[in-house]
């Protein structure tokens, strides 16, 4: 990886790769195997979208590498690795699959709190509109209820201490909008809900709307986006170790049933995208970090008790380990899986295999 980077940093400063350096690029894109399946590279090919690629690479680098996330040393070096590996050829892929589509694609991204689900929707946007391609992100937050209407729920059900669990998302809003923007031929602008977190001293509510047109490619993400209600025996069973207690166990029985409603929703999905951490309690340290580095800057957030009790929170309704590892090998339901690092680098990336 050290070799690539130092190919990519030189080309990136105007030296042309001597043929050794190119030859490299071909043997390493080459040698993982699962990744070459992934995007179509064979040994007849490769040397053809190795050119595609540089070509490319070179054309949109700079743009990537000025977005905010990656504003040291060691984070732009992880994305000039990410963006040569994966960014370039996903974007690849997402033109090939709307071209045969005939319409717009709903690509679908399940990942949980700090897999890098925003990180990807906005390099891939970028890339996306350098190969000529109108894209959107949608989160699932933008279809959350209204902050009235949570408040209501939670006066039904005071378990529902925070949004993000199923049954506090306008599902009817999600299927109305999902519907219009497959649509070929968009006559007219769409107007795309959006979520605004730091409302109401960090409960959210929803701030308006985005107008959108000529739509090719909708990347829809979110940490539950394309889970699939389990069956309730396995609540009887051995839980982990966020659902122990009776209350715990009827819990989890609940939102899982709640799935139920989701799956027309799921049924817009085109394809989906799993970002899969290589451990799933990764995600609270990525948070932990994340209001750290919030509250350094002078900004209000949550104390790392509040985010231990958040996390878990989202693991007690629907649990990692339950849910969305049986998706990583259910290739019915997953078209791809990035297996992400504990310094968020996308390290295996396959497609499902039972």
Partial sequence: MHYLNQILNNWLAGQTPKEVEYQHLVTETLADKSRAKVFGVTSLNVKQIIEERAHLFQGIAAEVLSLPS??????????????????????????????????????????????????????????????????????????YKTYEERQRLQQEDPRLLWRGPPGTHDVELGLQLLEQL????????????????????????????????????????????????LNPAVFAQNTPASIQ?????????????????????????????????????????????????????GKSGMSDTQVSQFVEYFWKSLHP??????????????????????????????QPFN
């Fill in 245 to 297: 207690t009776p209350a715990d166990r009827l819990f989890a029985r609940e939102m899982n049933e709640r799935l139920q409603d989701y799956l027309p929703l799921w049924e817009y999905l085109d394809r989906l995208i799993v970002l899969y951490p290589i451990d799933y309690r990764l995600s609270k340290q990525w948070r932990l970090q994340a209001e750290q580095e919030m509250i350094a800057t």
């Fill in 70 to 143: 990656f504003n040291s040393p060691t984070t732009k070096q992880q994305a000039i690795s990410s963006l040569w590996n994966l960014w370039l050829p996903l974007a690849r892929q997402l033109v090939l699959w709307r071209q045969q589509l005939g319409r717009p694609l709903i690509q679908g991204i399940l990942g949980g709190q700090g897999t890098g689900k925003t990180t990807l929707g906005t390099v891939l946007h970028l890339i996306l509109a350098h190969l000529g391609c109108q894209s959107i992100s949608l989160s699932i937050d933008d279809i």
């Fill in 321 to 350: 380990e339950l849910f969305i590892t049986p998706l990583t090998k259910n290739p019915g339901l997953v078209d791809l899986v990035v297996e992400v690092n504990w310094d968020h680098t996308p390290a295996a990336v396959y």
């Fill in 182 to 229: 497959r649509q070929p031929n968009q006559q007219a602008p769409i107007a795309v809900p959006r979520f605004d977190k730091s409302a109401w001293g960090g409960i959210g509510d929803r701030r308006g709307t985005e107008l959108v047109e000529n739509v090719d490619i909708v990347l829809f993400e979110g940490w539950m986006v394309g889970v699939r209600p």
